[in-house]
């Protein structure tokens, strides 16, 4: 009975990482794929370790569990939070069928600070500022 | 006043696990639920009542995040599974009434751990948060979505 | 089936193949935002492994190491997350 409750917590947590794997080659920019991967990943390790609890089933084993998927769960959305930030900075370019961007040109260019309303363009960092630096970049 | 009943509460629980003396998960939370009901009838009279609505609350939105976490990662697997993306991606500003650190924090770690939406950053001044969004067709609903079914209960909740 | 073939021979190599498609993306990757992405990932399935390995073997103490990897992942992608941020802004 609990080997069933096993193959299934993994099967679902094995195949939660595969559809991050995926999601990480297929999308079309930096934005799309963290917001695939990040959560993904995260769902996928939690069901095996909890997987993992129900097989030793003792308190000992079972809080160090709770205490690493806690652990993961806090700092996925700060790691991701961060990259985009990164990313943002070195001029990371957005799906060309996205629709709508409102971040563009509303970092400050020299203190890297994010105004809430439209800044004037001399300040301003735009995306697609010139195109020899985004190819030195690269 | 809220944090002095939960630790009479874990007080209660420990003595409950020292009493019947067996150490596991199971009978911490048992304690724990046991102390609770014990509490909640010892204190009908009084006025201040905000711990226990706010338990049946924090509970709720628990269930109510499992589910939606769960539908946006299906919804996630499909774009992900099908040839051709339907997605209409894009980045979004919208205005914040979290104020405090502590709400702005869970509420962003909220919004980019439900797949399909991200944080990008918070503006300086506190008053509007940069989303990224898989479906903005709609920007106005978007907003809407976020806002009634993130943002609203846990406003709720913290203050 | 019992446990232990089912999770030696299905997923493991789940597992396994979800490492070579990040490792593609890895090698790809356009900017290095893209690879930090992929190595956090490779980093999260490594985890997983270590996971299923520990149940695989009834060792309990494997999850310790996972702990520490999971901060020195964390740890990791801070870092460079930082390196790139400042290196734009020094240009």
Redesign the interface.
Known sequence: MI?II??IF??L????????????????D????????????????GL??V??AF??S?????S??I??IF????????????????????K?K??E????????G?YDKKT?????TDLPDEVASHRTDDEEEIEE?? | MMQKRFLMNVLLTVIWVALTGSFDYLNFIFGFLVSFFVMWIISRNTDDRKYFTIAFKVLGFFFFFLYEFFKATIEVAYEVMTKRFQMKPGIIKMPLDAKTDLEITLLSNLISLTPGTLVLDVSEDRTVIYIHGMYVEDKVKFINSIKEGLEKPLLSIMR | MNLENYLLYFILPVLTLSTILVFIRFLKGPSIADRVISFDLLVIIGLGTIAVVSILADQPTFLDIAMIVALIGFLSTVAFSYYLEKRQRND
């Open positions: 080997d096993i193959m993994c099967t947590g094995a195949l939660a990482v595969l559809l991050a794997a995926i999601g990480v080659l297929r999308m079309p930096v934005y799309l794929r963290l917001s695939v991967t990040t959560k993904a990943a995260t769902l996928g390790i095996i370790l997987g993992a097989h030793f003792e308190v000992g084993v079972t160090r569990i205490a690493i652990f993961i769960t806090v700092t996925a959305p700060v790691s991701a939070y961060l990259i985009v930030r990164a990313s943002y900075f070195i990371a957005l799906w069928h996205s629709i709508v961007d409102e971040l563009n509303m890297h600070s994010l105004s809430s970049i690269k």
